[in-house]
T-cell receptor
Framework: DVKVTQSSRYLVKRTGEKVFLECVQD?????MFWYRQDPGLGLRLIYF???????EKGDIPEGYSVSREKKERFSLILESASTNQTSMYLC????????????FGDGTRLSIL | AQKITQTQPGMFVQEKEAVTLDCTYD???????LFWYKQPSSGEMIFLIY??????QNATEGRYSLNFQKARKSANLVISASQLGDSAMYFC????????????FGTGTRLTIIP
């Protein structure tokens, strides 16, 4: 079974802090993704990566950056956390090419105070 | 750009009845895939079923089937003989098959099964 592990289920941080969300997958997948989920808005893509050190902006990249130094690990960084970044964050991975499903982690519920 | 529309924010269904969750999509690309995911209250996203745009038959996986009507651009999920454990959020999503790997999600339907 594919395992996507997010480092924290719940996280509380303060406004202005730099926040790191970590995601690790164990299936040698090329593609990795970060989404945020808000009620009534579904899942929205923040960034994705299709190879080590490669990244692409998704629909809502503002205020976020990512890092992929190793194939199995994809980090989401909130450079200076703000209250409007309080949300559920979901990491996913998939193999190339395009008809394979994305496999998700359990999510990190992040609160910015 | 792709768009997914789920018009049912919430549904209540009696246990053991069949349920249909609606999904319509919009894309100008001829090659795409449609996915359904289930999200229980615990938060994880569980992949349920996949339909490719060129697939001739509707996809089925156990109690799940996908009613794919290409001309109408709809990809409804049908759950037969619903169970209490089916209570969850359900998301429809699509991806263009020969572009980037991005999934576009709908806003979801919250399904509640009543005993």
């Amino acid at each position: 079974d594919v395992k996507v592990t997010q480092s924290s289920r719940y996280l509380v941080k303060r406004t202005g802090e730099k926040v790191f969300l970590e995601c690790v997958q164990d299936m040698d997948h090329e593609n990795m993704f970060w989404y945020r989920q808000d009620p009534g808005l579904g899942l929205r893509l923040i960034y994705f990566s299709y190879d080590v050190k490669m990244k692409e902006k998704g629909d809502i990249p503002e205020g976020y950056s990512v890092s992929r130094e190793k194939k199995e690990r994809f980090s989401l960084i909130l450079e200076s956390a703000s209250t409007n970044q309080t949300s559920m964050y979901l990491c996913a991975s998939s193999p190339a090419p395009g008809d394979q499903p994305q496999h998700f982690g359990d999510g990190t519920r992040l609160s910015i105070l | 750009a792709q768009k997914i529309t789920q018009t049912q924010p919430g549904m209540f269904v009696q246990e053991k009845e069949a349920v249909t969750l609606d999904c319509t999509y919009d894309t100008s690309d001829p090659s795409y895939g449609l996915f359904w995911y289930k999200q229980p209250s615990s938060g994880e996203m569980i992949f349920l079923i996949y339909q490719g745009s060129y697939d001739q038959q509707n996809a089925t996986e156990g109690r799940y089937s996908l009613n794919f009507q290409k001309a109408r651009k709809s990809a409804n999920l049908v759950i037969s003989a619903s169970q209490l454990g089916d209570s969850a959020m359900y998301f429809c999503a699509m991806r263009v098959l020969f572009g980037n790997e991005k999934l576009t999600f709908g806003t979801g339907t919250r399904l509640t099964i009543i005993p």
